[in-house]
């Protein structure tokens, strides 16, 4: 894709399997990335060409400290893939401590990330901001409200920040995957005693593709975000769904 080769990007969640799909695909596009995490795997970034942060977004120091220690090692950050995430999946039910978690590192975590990169791509003279949305950012789904709220709100983040920075030349963008088959699906089964193939038939079922998406699709999909191919996209969501939406 063009204008990849040697971007700094920033990837949150970047040892989680979406993240760390991005990142392969960045680097193989050329880039140069960091991804940042709870915890550091040197071993396991270097597999791919990454480098690695042990880096708790809840943390506005660490975030600083971290982002800083990325311009002068490498450069200045000029993308940045907010794909952090935790997962609370309560209705009415939920407790403040539950509402606490969820929006310190959906939301806020995006948005210090976002306060301490931005400079950087200031400085570039560009930048790209891809904030992971979902489909439960559009549609109601049983027992999700939490995890729905917070993905409803980083769309309209994306939609604020793009305004805020269009005249820097920063591009902000979401991208929304539906049901992606990853670890946190299969471990989530076993957490639960559900039967694996099971469970993956029926969240199959829900996407008109017939099937769970792929990790190598979402990094596809925001290496497009961040290249030079998407160069008139701000304010933007990219849905990379099988089809669930459209049903």
């Not at 989530?188 to 199959?204: F, H, R, T």
């Amino acid at each position: 894709m063009r204008g990849l080769k040697d971007k700094i990007v920033i990837i949150t969640g970047g040892l989680g399997d979406l993240g760390y799909a991005s990142g392969k695909r960045l680097v193989e596009e050329g880039c140069h990335v960091a991804l940042f995490d709870q915890k550091a795997d040197l071993e396991k970034a270097k597999a791919i060409g990454c480098q690695s942060w042990q880096v708790d977004i809840t943390d506005e120091a660490q975030i600083e400290k971290a982002c800083l220690e990325v311009k002068e090692k490498i450069g200045p950050a000029t993308v940045l893939v907010n794909s952090a995430a935790i997962f609370i999946l309560k209705s009415i039910d939920a407790t403040p401590e539950d509402w606490d978690k969820m929006t310190r590192v959906n939301i806020r975590g995006a948005s210090l990330m976002a306060k301490h990169v931005v400079p950087q791509m200031k400085e570039a003279g560009h930048g790209s901001i891809i904030n992971f949305s979902s489909v439960s950012g559009f549609v109601g789904q049983p027992n999700f409200s939490t995890y729905t709220a917070t993905k409803f709100a980083l769309r309209g983040l994306t939609r604020g920040w793009a305004t805020d920075l269009s005249e820097f030349n920063i591009r902000v963008n979401t991208i929304c995957p539906g049901y992606i088959y990853t670890s946190a699906f299969v471990n989530s089964c076993k957490d639960l005693g559900l039967d694996i193939e099971e469970e993956n038939k029926k969240a199959s079922a829900m996407h008109l593709l017939g099937r769970q998406g792929k990790t190598e699709e979402i990094g596809s999909a925001v290496a497009f975000l961040a290249s030079d191919d998407a160069s008139f996209m701000t304010g933007s969501d990219m849905v990379v769904d099988g089809g669930y939406l459209a049903r």
